[in-house]
T-cell receptor, first 118, second 111 residues
Framework: DTGVSQDPRHKITKRGQNVTFRCDPISEHNRLYWYRQTLGQGPEFLTYFQNEAQLEKSRLLSDRFSAERPKGSFSTLEIQRTEQGDSAMYLC????????????????FGEGSRLTVL | RKEVEQDPGPFNVPEGATVAFNCTYSNSASQSFFWYRQDCRKEPKLLMSVYSSGNEDGRFTAQLNRASQYISLLIRDSKLSDSATYLCVVISTDSWGKLQFGAGTQVVVTP
């Protein structure tokens, strides 16, 4: 399977714990995105990378959230000191676009990592 | 105010009928527009891009109205398999890499 893969698919944690999600994009894709989605809402932009460079972060992303893509391939999203409001589906997506160019608009999403904070 | 707004629905549509719905955007710098489809408990997938002159893809027609800042999607001859949530997506010139999603419009096609 050469699609976007995310791990773990489900994570249940207690409030205050740290969690980390991993995303492996489609191998030839240079852009990688993280979105968060809650029930009844559309995906909410968190951040995106062009290769290893993090080009934009949502203002909604508090300092408890950090994302990395150290070698321009897989990415991790860490949430520190989780809160119940962090419960959501965390979606990773990838695409291929020229540096600095408008995105083609076709993102390939993984199946998501569902986080439940008790 | 959200940058991208959609009527959440649900739009209940008899099989074979036509359904249409809009999406409004607030950022006048918005430049690229798309419709995505999301099935229940699945990831979103690109349905079609929206071009300035309007475009069709089979039973689906997308339109853009820049003056009123909205895009629309029309589905003709609805099939049961068209039941899904349709997400409006916008890219603005002030943030080329950031795809902004609306909350989605739910369509339920009934036999």
């Amino acid at each position: 399977d050469t699609g976007v893969s995310q791990d773990p698919r489900h994570k249940i944690t207690k409030r205050g714990q740290n969690v980390t999600f991993r995303c492996d994009p489609i191998s030839e894709h240079n852009r990688l995105y993280w979105y968060r989605q809650t029930l009844g809402q559309g995906p909410e932009f968190l951040t995106y990378f062009q290769n290893e460079a993090q080009l934009e972060k949502s203002r909604l992303l508090s300092d408890r959230f950090s994302a990395e893509r150290p070698k321009g391939s897989f990415s991790t999203l860490e949430i520190q000191r989780t809160e119940q409001g962090d419960s959501a589906m965390y979606l990773c997506a990838s695409s291929h676009s020229l540096a600095g160019a408008r995105d083609t608009g076709e993102l390939f999403f993984g199946e998501g990592s569902r986080l439940t904070v008790l | 105010r959200k940058e991208v707004e959609q009527d959440p629905g649900p739009f209940n549509v008899p099989e074979g009928a036509t359904v249409a719905f809009n999406c409004t955007y607030s950022n006048s710098a918005s430049q690229s527009f798309f419709w995505y489809r999301q099935d229940c408990r699945k990831e979103p997938k690109l349905l079609m891009s929206v071009y300035s002159s309007g475009n069709e893809d089979g039973r689906f027609t997308a339109q853009l109205n820049r003056a009123s800042q909205y895009i629309s999607l029309l589905i003709r001859d609805s099939k049961l398999s068209d039941s899904a949530t349709y997400l409006c997506v916008v890219i603005s010139t002030d943030s080329w890499g950031k795809l902004q999603f609306g909350a989605g419009t739910q369509v339920v096609v009934t036999p």
